[in-house]
């Protein structure tokens, strides 16, 4: 391609829209532009990059033995009630584009297709005999996220791998499971990434794993801990460790004590002169089940630790048969606009002891005036009794982290006084739920070995592979007739990559001031003829020659010819990120070209004759 063709668009300043590198030298170098909130085009330069990323993903699908498909972005709303997702993606958490069509038909844009795939499955799978199957595609999806952000990294359109297998046994599963674990790792490799694979959330569904691949880099939303033996790595959310262990308390007696402006336990421990480890710290959360029930969580954890939200939220969905109702619609911890919708009176926020009242809920909650009703209100008006009512009870919960203190420090429910030398079962009671909700942090003994702490490293997720089991099966009743002749849910697991999300995870991962340095796996072309001088013949005529030359023998090659002093090609062919520029310059004279390593701007003299060989041989090297 010659750039006086190109639609070639390269910015000086920074765009005020970007934050992260990687997005501002995206944009800067003509990649991406910017349509709406989290909406790009790809330009034809990020274009080939995902071209490259795409086929590295299908060429390593298809080793595995799965087969490629595409399915329907467009999506009937009764497939989506059937597995239950229908209300939780259009309303709940609100990341479904939902729409009605002129013949009152709802529709959905997927952002995921499991019931899609699963109701084909249900349709054409009958028998134990056509399976274990993997289907793949690699397609746009669709997800309002609520703060789109970074560019590609979080679109409300974006490019996704993903990928749905069906079996008869966890075996069977688990096979495809380990073959996808070892098809990602290759093709973040071969994609030029650094990257680990961590243990990740399986939320609700429980499942036996799923696991994240994650792309380090400092801009990465996601928190890895790790330790330095390789035996352990898990996405903060998901990830365990052993405590610090508690001090002993200095407290002997039971006593309360006037702790006047101690809400935090930073301050309670200063002026109690004790360990965070020796307080037992009360935390009031707020869940909204599906059936519109708000109930009030109260969870009991060690000082020194914090709750996880994500594992709470995994807790809370368990017991979400005991309110009649299926899954969690919202956790949150209720701000004061919150509180007002069900507190009878004012809570003694950071005074709050484990036995907080139930008498804190008002039996009859206040009716609010409606607010807009917007598809992300995590504060539901709430109406009193039964289904959209408020549970009349505290949900009481302790974390482990809690159970073993003796003598304790902790609230009196009372503003401005704590308790001292508290035990459990003389004056407060153990609640019966015990869990583990701590979040692992940094410097947290490891479980699996405690001389290893634990470390911790940002990333971008790039990669989920999952075990599903039968959640949709059995949701869809999408059965097969197994060996014996039995009607069988299928065993399922799912698989995805985010195209558009790797591509630009590669900038994030490699660049220097001068711009992008793209890993030649994924570069939109391997080599850059930069001319000089356009109106000195024999440049141009050299330029042209190798630029036959290098895109004949499958170096894929850019031939800048555009009008420019030479400064303004190399600065360019610098913001793109092309492994090689060959510079057609003052070497001619001895029959050579200047060839620049773009990574390392280290500059080699080369033979006008040799260059396809030596460039054949770099590139083969670097893709290997
Ligand atoms: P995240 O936690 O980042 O929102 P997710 O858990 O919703 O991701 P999955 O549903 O597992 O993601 O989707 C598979 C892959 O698709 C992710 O690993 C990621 O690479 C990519 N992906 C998900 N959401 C987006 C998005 N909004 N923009 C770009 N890529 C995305
Ligand atoms: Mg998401």
């Given at each position: 391609?010659?750039?006086?063709?190109?639609l070639?668009?390269t910015l000086r300043?920074d765009?005020?829209e970007?934050?992260?590198?990687?997005?501002?030298?995206?944009?800067r170098a003509?990649?991406?532009?910017r349509?709406?909130?989290?909406?790009?085009?790809?330009?034809?330069l990020?274009?080939?990059?995902?071209?490259?990323?795409?086929?590295?993903v299908?060429?390593?699908m298809d080793?595995?033995?799965?087969?490629?498909?595409l399915?329907?972005q467009l999506?009937p709303?009764?497939?989506?009630r059937?597995?239950?997702?229908?209300?939780?993606?259009t309303?709940?958490?609100?990341?479904?584009?939902?729409?009605?069509?002129?013949q009152q038909?709802?529709?959905g844009?997927g952002p995921?297709h499991?019931?899609?795939?699963t109701t084909?499955?249900?349709?054409m799978?009958?028998?134990?005999?056509?399976?274990?199957?993997h289907?793949?595609?690699i397609q746009?999806?669709?997800?309002?996220?609520?703060?789109?952000?970074?560019?590609?990294?979080?679109?409300?359109?974006?490019?996704?791998?993903?990928?749905?297998?069906?079996?008869?046994?966890?075996?069977s599963?688990?096979?495809t499971?380990q073959?996808?674990?070892?098809?990602?790792?290759n093709m973040?490799?071969?994609?030029?990434l650094?990257?680990r694979?961590?243990?990740a959330?399986?939320?609700?569904?429980?499942?036996?794993?799923?696991?994240?691949?994650?792309v380090?880099?400092?801009?990465?939303?996601?928190?890895?801990?790790?330790t330095e033996?390789?035996?352990?790595?898990?996405?903060v959310?998901?990830?365990?460790?052993?405590?610090?262990?508690?001090q002993?308390?200095?407290?002997?007696s039971?006593?309360?004590?006037?702790?006047?402006?101690?809400?935090?336990?930073?301050?309670?421990?200063?002026?109690?002169k004790?360990?965070?480890?020796?307080?037992?710290?009360n935390?009031?959360?707020?869940?909204?089940?599906?059936?519109?029930?708000?109930?009030?969580?109260?969870v009991?954890?060690?000082?020194?630790?914090?709750v996880?939200q994500?594992?709470?939220?995994?807790?809370?969905?368990?017991?979400?048969?005991n309110?009649?109702?299926?899954?969690?619609l919202f956790?949150?911890?209720?701000?004061?606009?919150?509180?007002?919708k069900?507190?009878?009176?004012?809570?003694?926020?950071?005074?709050m002891?484990?036995?907080?009242?139930?008498?804190?809920?008002?039996?009859?909650?206040?009716?609010?005036?409606?607010?807009?009703?917007?598809?992300?209100?995590?504060?539901?008006?709430l109406?009193?009794?039964?289904?959209?009512g408020?549970s009349p009870?505290?949900?009481?919960?302790?974390?482990?982290?809690?159970?073993?203190?003796?003598?304790?420090v902790?609230g009196s429910?009372e503003?401005?006084?704590?308790?001292?030398?508290?035990?459990?079962?003389k004056e407060?009671?153990l609640?019966a739920?015990?869990?583990?909700?701590?979040?692992?942090?940094?410097?947290?003994?490891a479980?699996h070995n405690?001389?290893?702490?634990?470390?911790?490293?940002r990333?971008?997720?790039?990669?989920?592979?999952?075990?599903l089991?039968?959640?949709y099966?059995?949701?869809?009743?999408?059965?097969?007739?197994?060996?014996?002749?039995?009607?069988?849910p299928f065993?399922m697991g799912?698989?995805g990559?985010g195209?558009?999300?790797?591509?630009?995870?590669?900038?994030?991962?490699?660049?220097d001031?001068?711009?992008?340095i793209?890993p030649?796996?994924?570069?939109?072309?391997?080599a850059?003829i930069?001319?000089?001088?356009?109106?000195?013949?024999?440049?141009?005529?050299?330029?042209?020659?190798?630029?036959?030359?290098?895109?004949q023998s499958?170096?894929?090659?850019?031939?800048?010819?555009r009008?420019?002093?030479?400064g303004?090609?190399?600065?360019?062919?610098?913001?793109?990120?092309?492994?090689?520029?060959?510079?057609?310059?003052?070497?001619l004279?001895?029959?050579?070209?200047?060839?620049?390593e773009?990574?390392?701007?280290?500059?080699?003299?080369?033979?006008?004759?040799?260059?396809?060989?030596t460039?054949?041989?770099w590139?083969?090297?670097?893709?290997?």
């Amino acid at each position: 391609m010659r750039l006086s063709q190109m639609l070639f668009v390269t910015l000086r300043e920074d765009p005020a829209e970007a934050e992260i590198p990687s997005h501002k030298l995206l944009l800067r170098a003509g990649y991406i532009r910017r349509i709406g909130s989290g909406i790009y085009a790809y330009l034809p330069l990020m274009w080939r990059v995902l071209k490259k990323v795409s086929q590295i993903v299908r060429e390593e699908m298809d080793a595995t033995g799965a087969q490629e498909c595409l399915l329907p972005q467009l999506q009937p709303a009764d497939l989506w009630r059937e597995s239950g997702r229908w209300d939780t993606y259009t309303q709940a958490e609100g990341i479904m584009f939902a729409m009605t069509d002129r013949q009152q038909r709802e529709v959905g844009l997927g952002p995921t297709h499991e019931e899609v795939i699963t109701t084909i499955a249900k349709d054409m799978i009958r028998s134990y005999r056509q399976l274990p199957v993997h289907l793949y595609q690699i397609q746009t999806k669709f997800r309002d996220e609520i703060r789109p952000r970074f560019g590609l990294m979080r679109g409300r359109e974006f490019i996704m791998k993903d990928g749905y297998s069906f079996h008869t046994s966890e075996e069977s599963l688990k096979k495809t499971y380990q073959d996808m674990a070892q098809a990602y790792s290759n093709m973040l490799r071969r994609s030029g990434l650094e990257f680990r694979a961590v243990d990740a959330d399986s939320g609700a569904i429980g499942g036996s794993g799923s696991q994240e691949f994650m792309v380090l880099a400092e801009a990465g939303e996601d928190e890895v801990l790790y330790t330095e033996d390789g035996q352990y790595a898990a996405n903060v959310e998901k990830a365990v460790s052993m405590p610090a262990d508690a001090q002993v308390s200095p407290f002997a007696s039971f006593e309360k004590r006037e702790t006047p402006g101690t809400e935090t336990i930073d301050k309670l421990c200063k002026f109690l002169k004790c360990s965070p480890t020796q307080v037992v710290k009360n935390v009031l959360y707020q869940a909204v089940y599906d059936n519109g029930t708000t109930v009030l969580v109260l969870v009991s954890i060690r000082g020194d630790q914090d709750v996880n939200q994500v594992k709470l939220l995994n807790e809370l969905t368990k017991l979400a048969g005991n309110y009649q109702a299926k899954t969690v619609l919202f956790l949150t911890v209720p701000d004061a606009e919150a509180q007002q919708k069900w507190a009878a009176k004012s809570l003694p926020l950071g005074y709050m002891a484990p036995d907080l009242g139930d008498d804190y809920i008002a039996s009859n909650p206040p009716q609010p005036p409606l607010t807009k009703g917007g598809q992300q209100d995590s504060n539901p008006p709430l109406t009193k009794g039964g289904q959209g009512g408020v549970s009349p009870k505290f949900l009481r919960l302790v974390d482990r982290t809690a159970v073993d203190l003796t003598n304790f420090v902790t609230g009196s429910n009372e503003s401005g006084y704590h308790v001292v030398g508290a035990n459990w079962d003389k004056e407060f009671s153990l609640p019966a739920m015990v869990v583990g909700v701590r979040t692992a942090k940094k410097g947290d003994r490891a479980v699996h070995n405690p001389e290893q702490t634990l470390q911790s490293a940002r990333g971008i997720e790039v990669g989920h592979i999952f075990q599903l089991g039968t959640k949709y099966s059995q949701a869809m009743g999408a059965t097969y007739t197994s060996e014996q002749g039995e009607e069988m849910p299928f065993i399922m697991g799912c698989y995805g990559v985010g195209v558009s999300r790797l591509a630009q995870s590669a900038v994030e991962q490699s660049y220097d001031k001068d711009g992008i340095i793209w890993p030649v796996a994924i570069a939109p072309y391997h080599a850059i003829i930069s001319i000089p001088n356009i109106s000195d013949a024999q440049q141009v005529e050299v330029a042209e020659k190798l630029y036959t030359e290098l895109n004949q023998s499958g170096i894929e090659t850019l031939l800048d010819d555009r009008e420019e002093r030479a400064g303004v090609k190399f600065k360019d062919a610098d913001l793109i990120g092309i492994p090689y520029r060959i510079v057609t310059g003052r070497s001619l004279k001895l029959g050579k070209v200047e060839v620049v390593e773009r990574a390392t701007h280290k500059s080699h003299e080369i033979l006008i004759d040799e260059v396809n060989y030596t460039l054949k041989q770099w590139i083969d090297a670097a893709i290997k």
